[in-house]
């Protein structure tokens, strides 16, 4: 199934029990509230197919993973509910991520920022590329990363957290975020990425679809809140939003 449109685009290839769900959009795949939400839907609705046993997520090109949240959108928001709203697209496709039952491999082929790094953090296994540097700029802007830090933190424990989001205009490396548990491991290229991602997935869709079933359950034990805390931490930035600060350092950012 092929979705393109204005505000991004949504591929789902299914061959041999493993479902590739490929995002994409200009703005180096960053994502507005449709395509986030066309995206938790997509994760929903192969997370039922009974002819899926894994699925691997990926973006378009060999750039940026995922630039976050639509910044346009961002600078746009002006009540409380559309700026709960706006943050509750990611919130959405990882809470979609964690309950959908099929074991999610993550492709990193680039730098990753903000909501990106929570989308990879919500994956099961990630592969990535040494391009595939990651930051937390929330803080710059006058919020802060509430949504997916209980995705980031599950994965590379509160000090790594902190690291990254208390240092906001730093990048730290591949070799950082595998050394902290976020990626598996590290590849020099594209190409030996995909083979290990090959690989890998095949391996996985040749065991027993319910074994991989109760894998992911004992994975996310202990998550069963998240989709209470993720709403409670949207509506927390969807007000931080509006502050004076964080606007008028939006203001700065777009000119």
């Known amino acids: 199934m092929t ?14 029990k493993i479902a590739t769900i490929e995002f994409g959009h200009p703005a180096s795949n960053s994502f507005p509230s449709e395509l986030l939400d066309r995206l938790t839907k997509e994760l929903i609705s192969v997370g039922k197919n009974d002819e899926v046993s894994l699925i691997i997520l990926k973006s378009e090109g060999e750039k940026a993973f995922c630039a976050g949240a639509s910044f346009d959108e ?11 709203q706006f943050f509750a697209g990611f919130a959405n496709v990882i809470n979609a991520m964690r309950t959908c039952g099929k074991l999610i491999i993550g492709r990193i082929q680039g730098k990753t920022v903000g909501g990106g790094v929570g989308l990879a953090a919500a994956c099961d296994y990630v592969l990535a590329t040494e ?6 700029s929330e803080f710059t802007i006058g919020i802060g990363p509430f949504v997916i830090e209980p995705a980031v933190s599950r994965k590379i424990g509160i000090s790594g957290t902190a690291e990254l989001t208390l240092d906001a205009t730093s990048w730290k490396n ?3 975020a595998k050394e902290k548990g976020l990626y598996a491991k590290v590849f020099e290229s594209t190409s030996e990425l995909d083979k290990e991602i090959d690989i890998m997935a095949t391996k996985l869709a040749s065991y027993n679809p319910v074994a991989l079933i109760e894998m992911k359950k004992v994975l996310w034990k202990g998550t069963e809140n998240w989709n209470n805390l993720l709403a409670e931490r949207a509506a927390v930035s969807g007000e931080l939003v509006l502050s004076e600060f964080t606007k008028k350092a939006l203001l700065k950012f777009k000119k």
């Open 3 to 16: 979705t393109i449109r204005q505000n991004g685009s949504l591929y789902t290839n299914i061959q041999n």
């Open 74 to 84: 961002l600078v746009a928001v002006s009540t409380l509910e559309e700026g709960k």
């Open 131 to 136: 391009n595939a540097s990651i930051k937390l």
């Open 174 to 176: 591949a070799y950082w």
